[in-house]
């Protein structure tokens, strides 16, 4: 089993940043791809930004430009850099863990509230 623990969510005002840490207990990066999600109040959990063990990455036109993922293997940590925040960033944000072949991971979550 792996637990994923998420840090770093916080309130901000609109056009601050933010940085989420997320700190696996295990050594999984170097063969998962690893994502941020998120869910407004409300809505339906989305996909933010995904790195793949190549360090591909991949980003919800929502938040290109203004958002990066990124990873420290040697930590087991993978971060997501949140500029120019809106109120719509506004969600509980969640890291996940994912292969095709071996079992999947969530983190618990990190609230982000931005206001206006």
């Known amino acids: 089993q792996v637990q994923l623990v998420e840090s770093g969510g916080g309130l901000v005002q609109v056009g601050g940043s933010l940085r989420l840490s997320c700190t696996a207990s295990?050594?999984?990066?170097?063969?998962?791809?690893l994502g941020w999600y998120r869910q407004p109040p409300g809505k339906q959990r989305e996909l933010v930004a995904t790195?793949?063990?190549?360090?591909?990455?991949n980003y919800a036109d929502s938040v290109k430009g203004r958002f990066t993922i990124s990873r420290d293997i040697s930590k087991n940590t993978v971060y997501l850099q949140m500029n120019s925040l809106k109120p719509e960033d506004t969600a509980v944000y969640y890291c996940?863990?994912?292969?095709?072949?071996?079992?999947?991971?969530w983190g618990q979550g990190t609230q982000v509230t931005v206001s206006s």
């Open positions: 295990r050594s999984i990066f170097v063969i998962y791809d």
């Open positions: 996940n863990a994912n292969h095709k072949f071996l079992p999947g991971y």
């Open positions: 790195i793949a063990p190549t360090n591909m990455t």
